[in-house]
């Protein structure tokens, strides 16, 4: 495939900044008229919330830190993948309406669609965020961590959610097709479950213990659970640092967003 | 052709895998005109729309909009044309302004502007009163016309139609078409692929019959009409009369064999259009005696121009074209 030159240097600076703004006010209202989805999304992390440390909290114990200290940040995490998955949805049945294609024949950045469904996600996330806490603080869990690690550990979220969009927004731009898309979610569960989320990776299997240490799901909850829980607990608990679970988690995060977006914004450009 | 060419393809070619969708086809169409693209399914219009509107790069050939190059800046050339498809692809949870604005938006007019826009097309497309209304509530005709109306806000010099009257009914036809002639009747430009001939025939200053991915041959509705050469003459008759002996009597003006049809006792054959076949057969068959209740002459349809080259009837009713991915 020959790459010529286009054009696309041409759009205004602008198009840039106020096209993904003007996609999220689409994708929010979307959400707000039709907010079924909306609601089993933002309420999912309260739910799993209550029911793991119901069916956990009593027969796992974790040295150094409470259950429901070492459930709730894997929670949040855990909600971004639902979320991205209904982002992936989302956009193959935007590519089925001819929206996409609509959005593709107008003079806006091939990026724009794509990023202002990331932020009107991210709002969605962060109100789903509020709501895990709120229910997370009831059963007993505490920031135990400085007040700056604690807003470290907001950002740190929100660059996962911008960043994993990219890894869905590829699935659903490839695929094209909503029910593709569902039938991949088993290698998310894959990713959830062969993870520290529930448990500690020490009481997998030796064989799968190294892929559930280092894969990402697992560094992105210890690097919110060490920033939420103090470095010392961290330590004890997670066996490292609170700045190492947080530079792997940043390299994750720009690692797949590279390789994903670059995935992402070819299929868009050749659907 | 009156004017320059507003969209000129030259030899454009386009497969998906082994499937060649479009075949050095070459076709001009010039500033403020109707383009009518004709064809059978899997003939290629599609594709080709698809490359018109920047969404598919060719394999080859040139494809200028406006003497812009589709491949080397797609952003000017989405600057100037709207695109229509068959699907209404617009946002149904949001209202009619809402979708207007943020198509208007992404035109790249200021926030004041879009919706100055929008207001503005809403009026023209009656739309007003269901302006705020979500457009799930909207009828097939009100999509179709705000689908088209997208195109509108930012003020597009070439409008690109996939098959814009699929599934409508009659009277949403009907307003869509005088919604069309109105836009040309401002200046617009506008390229419709369509598989009803009676919407070429009513829109279109130049048909270009598309197939496998080639032009079969191109022209006026009349041109075309004209260049088949035949008329359809109709002959009824009298009740009483032989219709064997009327037949003999037609056949050397007919083209091919008269076909008739006894309980109506009528006649039906193709006359060559030099002949001046009318006067002649009210004169034959009255130097023979037999008299005619009813004689009828028909022009060639868009149908049978279409039938004579692609080699079978044009398909209203049948599902979209497809294009292999």
Redesign the interface.
Known sequence: MTTVSDDLGQLPLSARLTDPLVIARRNLLRTRRTPQAAIAAVTSPVLFLLLMNLVFGGAIHIPGMTYIDYLVPAMLVQNIIFGGLQASTGLAIDVNSGLIDRFRSLPTPPSAPLIGRSIADLGLQLLATALALVAGVALDFRFHGSAPSCVVAIALFILMSLCLFWVFAALGLATKNPETVQSATPIFFLFLFVSNAFIPVDTLPRWIQGFATYQPISIFNNALRALTQGTQASQAALGHSTTYFTVASVAWCVSLALVFSVLALRSYRRL | MAGAPIIDIAEVRKSFGETVALDRLSMRVAEGQVATLLGPNGAGKTTLVRIL???LRPDGGRVLVGGVDV??????I??M???A???????E??TGR?NLV??G????LSARQARQAATEVLQRLSLVDAADR?VRTYSGGMRRRLDVG?SLV?RAKVLLLDEPSTGLDPAARLELWSLLAQLVAEGATILLTTQQLEEADHLADTVTIIDHGTVVTEGSPAALKEKLGYETIEVTLAEGVHLREAVEVLRPISLDAPASNDSAARITFRASRQTSALPTTVRLLDQAGITVEDVTARRPSLDDVFISLVGHPSQPDSTEEKTPA
Do not use: F
């Open positions: 509107a920047t969404l491949v080397r800046q797609p952003v000017a989405r600057r044309i709207g695109l498809g068959q699907h209404a692809a617009i946002d949870t949001l809402e943020m198509v938006r992404l035109y790249r979500p997208a930012g």
